[in-house]
């Protein structure tokens, strides 16, 4: 047996930019659906777009997601996200993407820091680095993983009692590196990272790309296996996302913030279609701008 204690927030409105104009996308199990999803799985949420700010959520939304952390081992948990072998190559990648915009590489955040797979490069750029992470399972890890760099302090918080205990301090770099998608808030988060921004500084977020071309793949193959499904978002199984975003959102919110869009790209390297079909469509995504992941660069608005 199995319980699964859920606190779920029901919305009749866009939980990021209140809108009454949303749609549901269809059922998401709590495991993998593959192209014949009538079968597989025991419960399912539903999936819900905004069509004021394209924000795809979860609806019902699970609220209490600090269950799911707790509960998961936290290396099955990171080898399905980044493997050991392109976390070097996205690290060098981030860099070129960020660094002409970076003013200092004075002291940086690293917001939903995991396990401490980025922090450790985090660490060897910049004089001074925080790390929070706010599960308890991942930080014993975080702990151990960084006890050897003296240029980070970590501290287990979620964002808000970090904000809240630390009113004074300013980062250059507020790192938030696959982390929105997983809280029931981000608007919140990425205000709490607004405040603790210096004037100059720069706010790096990553999440999923719900304009991503697998689903366009994967919705053709559910219209004909599967109607009522939808592929996106994961609110019920690893990796746990409650939302998935396009650069429509974050035109929407970084006007609602007041910060400014200094940068946007999607990610095309991974597809996760079979090995012959992997190659045209890596391809086409970066043809069309529709990679897996959004990264986008912030600032506060002059
Ligand atoms: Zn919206």
Known sequence: MHTLRLLLNFYS????CKSKKVKNLGLRYDGSQG??????????LSGYK???CDTVF?????INTQLFYESENPLEYFDTILTKDDINQRWKSIVEFVQEHLKSWGNA???GAGIGLLTQFLAQEFAEVIAIEPSRTFFKMLKENLHNENNIRVSQNTFEEFSQNNTTIQFDFIFIHEVLEHVPNPIELLSFAKNMLRENGIIYVCVPNNRWLTYDIVKLAYSLTGRCFTPHLAPLHPPFHLYEFSKRTFRYIASTLNLEVV????RTERTYVPGLLHSPVKFLSKLLDKGYEVEVILKKST
């Not at 979860?58 to 699970?62: D, G, K, L, T």
Request: proline share 14%.
């Open 263 to 266: 940068a946007m790209r999607t």
């Open 13 to 16: 409105q866009c939980p990021v």
């Open 58 to 62: 979860s609806n019902p939304m699970p």
């Open 109 to 111: 955040l690293d917001v």
């Open 35 to 44: 192209l014949f999803p009538c079968a597989k799985g025991h419960i399912a």
């Open 50 to 52: 905004c069509l004021n």
